[in-house]
């Protein structure tokens, strides 16, 4: 089965091409996006690789910001212009294979129809905290992790303090970028859907499906609108469109996301980092979880080489024409 993966990246091209070459069973293209903070200069082999493309335009991903959601489509539109049907799965540069190629293959063939993802409604993933995603507006105000400002709706605000918001805005962003920032946080948030979902960022879902959820965004600028000044839109945005999709009967079945993910519970917004300890787990997840995140290279190189062992690439027969193929 072709099998098309979209890679979000932004360090570690030994790890990228490593995951790039686990992948690579000969039905299957990588899509890399590497940010654009981040040299070339180390990716050389990623880019020679027949497996793997790095996609065009680069952006500079913002953690929490609208830039993320921007990657992966960038991502996801050149996987689509390959003209070549498969299925589509998201992943970060550190997710790493926890399963067999011919094991991976087997199990999306026989789900080829599904769109595996996870969440609920805004209220039921994060509770009270899913009003900082609906009645603020969020907004980057560097590139750091973690510098993003919510802001309630300027028009809610005394006078006093939107003028200081405004002087704020303006001397951050300038004089007219930081006015048109300032009339875009003015009114209050109005949700594009009555009923918002969201939860983990990674997902994989039909070719079709993915054409539908690109076209859908394409004719729904609202969306755009409203999501480029919400907090992790990516955690959001597409959970929301497939059930928009999911209504008109465009999405046939739902099961829960394909990447195993551990999030301490004081996290700060970043999961676990898996090393040897986490082995025995990592190879007695479900049949329907084929990858894991978060893997670094530099720090458990050994994680690496037992999951390889556990669970060998068995690379098939290179296919690499353009053409074809088969909640």
């Not at 991502?75 to 589509?88: E, F």
């Not at 917004?269 to 986490?278: A, R």
């Not at 893997?295 to 060998?312: E, G, I, M, V």
């Amino acid at each position: 089965m072709v099998k098309h993966y979209l890679v979000i990246a932004h360090r570690g091209p030994e790890q990228v091409h490593r995951l790039v070459t686990r992948l690579d069973d000969g039905s299957s293209h990588v899509w890399v996006h590497l940010d654009a903070a981040t040299p070339l200069e180390g990716w050389e082999g990623l880019s020679a690789h027949p497996a793997a493309t790095l996609v065009t335009p680069r952006l500079r991903c913002v953690w929490g910001a609208w830039s993320q959601v921007q990657s992966i489509l960038v991502a996801l539109r050149a996987a689509l212009s390959s003209g070549r049907p498969g299925y589509v799965v998201l992943l970060s540069g550190q997710d790493y294979p926890v399963r067999s190629a011919a094991a991976i293959d087997a199990y999306l063939d026989a789900h080829r129809n599904a769109v595996h993802l996870e969440g609920g409604t805004l209220e039921q993933t994060w509770g009270e905290r899913a009003r900082w995603k609906t009645d603020y507006y969020c907004v980057p105000f560097s590139d750091r992790r973690g510098d993003l400002k919510l802001i309630p709706p300027l028009s809610s605000l005394p006078l006093r303090d939107r003028v200081n918001w405004t002087r704020l805005l303006v001397g951050h962003e300038g004089i007219g970028p930081g006015l048109r920032l300032v009339a875009d946080l003015m009114p209050p948030r109005r949700p594009v859907v009555s009923v918002q979902f969201g939860g983990a960022s990674w997902w994989g879902m039909p070719w079709d499906v993915a054409g539908a959820v690109v076209h859908f965004l394409d004719t729904h600028p609202e969306f755009e609108r409203y999501f480029r000044y919400t907090q992790c839109p990516d955690e959001i945005i597409f959970h929301t469109v497939i059930d928009q999709l999911r209504s008109t009967g465009q999405v046939r079945e739902i099961l829960p996301k394909l990447t195993h993910v551990v999030w301490p519970p004081e996290s700060n917004g970043s999961p676990k980092v898996l090393g040897m300890q986490d082995l025995p787990e990592l190879l007695a997840l479900p049949e329907h979880v084929l990858f894991a995140r978060k893997l670094d290279l530099d720090q458990d190189r050994a994680l690496f080489d037992a999951l390889d062992q556990a669970s060998p690439r068995q690379h098939a027969a290179p296919d690499r024409s353009t053409g074809g193929g088969a909640w």
